[in-house]
């Protein structure tokens, strides 16, 4: 939800939004390393929101910055066992998230700010990135040729 200022944020909203996003990834990690060997690339989507968080988001884009953290900091955990940990964000990309979080006159100019004034799109009758553009990104980043390690790569 958005909220206009610090305050309007209920402590269940916050606690929720922390237990879905950064807990629920730290716990799906640990349960998934037992079965990971060398080779292993683990990728995860990020959103624009953990390097130019909104305001209005705070819950939402304070955990986005903490999986990117996590991230960053379990790519150099599991380097030397030949696990490549990475991560991209796609830019705003329209989901049913958008008009169930923001106010309608941000709804009408969503990704209008980007390079190509549009958002992306991971589905749905909204114009943009197609679902086969995003997947050709998050599969390039998958590819275990690709040298880098824990790399946040932007997809727009």
């Known amino acids: 939800m958005t909220r206009e200022s610090q305050e309007e944020v209920p402590d269940e909203e916050w606690d929720r939004t922390f237990h879905t996003s950064i807990s629920a990834t730290f716990h799906l990690c640990k349960a998934a390393l037992p079965h990971m060997s060398s080779g292993f690339v683990d990728h995860r989507e990020l959103s624009v929101n953990c390097d130019s968080p909104s305001p209005t988001l705070a819950p939402y884009a304070a955990t986005k910055a903490a999986i990117a953290n996590f991230t960053a900091s379990l ?6 066992r030949g696990i490549r940990v990475n991560s991209g964000a796609p830019g705003p990309i329209w989901t049913p998230l958008i008009p169930a979080t923001m106010p309608a006159e941000k709804v009408e100019s969503f990704g209008g700010d980007t390079p190509l004034g549009r958002a992306g799109t991971a589905g749905g009758a909204r114009c943009g990135v197609r679902p086969a553009r ?6 390039h980043l998958r590819r275990p040729d690709r040298g880098d390690r824990g790399a946040a790569d932007p997809l727009t």
């Open 75 to 80: 790519a150099q955990m599991l380097v030397e």
């Open 134 to 139: 995003l997947r050709r990104g998050q599969l």
